[in-house]
């Protein structure tokens, strides 16, 4: 299979990518991604010499560019996007820009490469397309059959693009299929989000910034058993249908902190409270319910505590890949290579 990865040089698609070409030895993937901050080649420095790999540095906002493509692969996983919540709140219009526009391109030029919709296209989007849940009801959880209520600019921009993505499917029965996940964690996660600039920043002998009253959790998931589920989905999954993925495995943001002092060695005198993230979700929580009955995922490298040390320790293995980008060093290069976006 022919694969058409939008994305592939963020956090989630360089993972993908590595997963596939390491578990589907007859897969090729072409990667389309327009390198922004996040979109970084030396995600995967590793593997640009397997000639089942193919770069296409373009925009998913480009429909002469995205048709072609279409007509060259079997399949879509849609992952480019937008994807830190604290940049929406400050400007969101790159957010719709490229994750409503840049969705509804995609399928414009899918429709147009593949009238008769043979090719499935996944669209990977987010549990915070469904709001929040209270703290005082862990009984609640997240499921398909939740209604949508998004509370940041970033994720009324990922559900604006579930709704385009649910209304190719339904109007020209294209073979769609939606996931929404809870917060993942692994390497090569842009050290803006918390775990790895949690880390980081104790390896710099610096403080890490806790919002709030640090009572809001997460569903922490690995980012493997993530591109596993996601590989599943497209290789199993009914069209039209949409799958939650999560790892049952509720924490919050201060217990999280705790459990990185620790394996850091550090005390906790290095946790700077801040004001609060505007309208911060207070719990996300994922029943995975449908995806383990109907297509047999499982996560299986998600156990807690022994994923976040994983995590911890390749950052700790890792400091040029993060040095570089916190630096911004790495921006300077590509530019040179590809332009700015
Ligand atoms: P990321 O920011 O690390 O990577 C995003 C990638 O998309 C980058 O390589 C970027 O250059 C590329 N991109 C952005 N806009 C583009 C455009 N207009 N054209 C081409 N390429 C573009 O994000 P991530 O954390 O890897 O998330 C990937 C996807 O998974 C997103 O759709 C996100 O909403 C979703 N998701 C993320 C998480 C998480 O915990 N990180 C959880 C659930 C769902
Ligand atoms: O749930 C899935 C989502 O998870 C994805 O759709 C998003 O793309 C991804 O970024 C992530 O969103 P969050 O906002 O949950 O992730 P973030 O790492 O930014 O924050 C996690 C929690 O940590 C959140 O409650 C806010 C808190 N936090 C975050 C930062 C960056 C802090 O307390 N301090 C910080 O400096």
Request: hydrophobic share 35%.
């Amino acid at each position: 299979m022919n694969i058409l990865l939008t994305g592939g040089s963020g956090f989630i698609g360089s993972n993908f990518v590595r997963l596939v070409l390491r578990e589907r030895p007859d897969y090729r993937v072409t990667n389309l991604d327009c390198l922004t901050y996040s979109g970084n080649p030396e995600n995967l420095a590793d593997i640009e010499d397997d000639d089942r790999y193919t770069f296409v540095h373009g925009n998913i906002c480009d429909l002469e560019l995205c048709t072609k493509l279409m007509h060259d692969c079997d399949a879509v996983v849609h992952m480019a996007a937008e994807s830190h919540v604290d940049r929406s709140i400050i400007d969101a219009r790159p957010f719709v820009e490229s994750n409503v526009l840049g969705t509804q391109t995609l399928l414009d030029a899918l429709r147009r490469a593949d009238p008769g919709g043979t090719k499935r296209f996944v669209h990977v989007s987010t549990d915070e397309v469904f709001g929040d849940l209270p703290l005082d009801k862990p009984e609640e959880l997240f499921s398909e059959t939740t209604p949508y209520a998004p509370s940041s600019p970033y994720s009324a921009s990922k559900a604006g693009s579930d709704m385009v993505a649910r209304a190719y499917a339904h109007t020209f029965g294209m073979p769609v299929m939606i996931t929404n996940c809870s917060n993942n964690h692994g390497p090569y996660q842009f050290p803006e989000k918390v775990i790895p600039l949690f880390v980081t920043n104790l390896i710099e002998g610096k403080k890490v910034p806790l919002y709030g009253d640090g009572k809001n959790v997460r569903d922490w998931l690995h980012v493997e058993d993530h591109c596993e589920a996601v590989l599943t989905v497209l290789e199993k999954g009914t069209p039209g249908e949409q799958y939650c993925i999560g790892g049952n495995n509720e924490r919050s943001n201060l217990e999280l902190t705790h459990a990185i002092l620790e394996l850091m060695g550090k005390g906790e005198d290095m946790i700077e409270p801040v004001t609060d993230r505007l309208g911060h979700d207070r719990r996300y929580a994922i029943d995975a319910t449908k995806i383990k009955r109907d297509l047999g995922w499982e996560p299986t490298r998600s156990a807690w505590p022994q994923a976040l040390e994983h995590t911890v320790k390749w950052y700790v293995d890792h400091p040029r890949w993060w040095q570089n980008v916190k630096s911004g060093a790495y921006r300077e290069y590509y530019a040179k290579q590809y332009g700015t976006r």
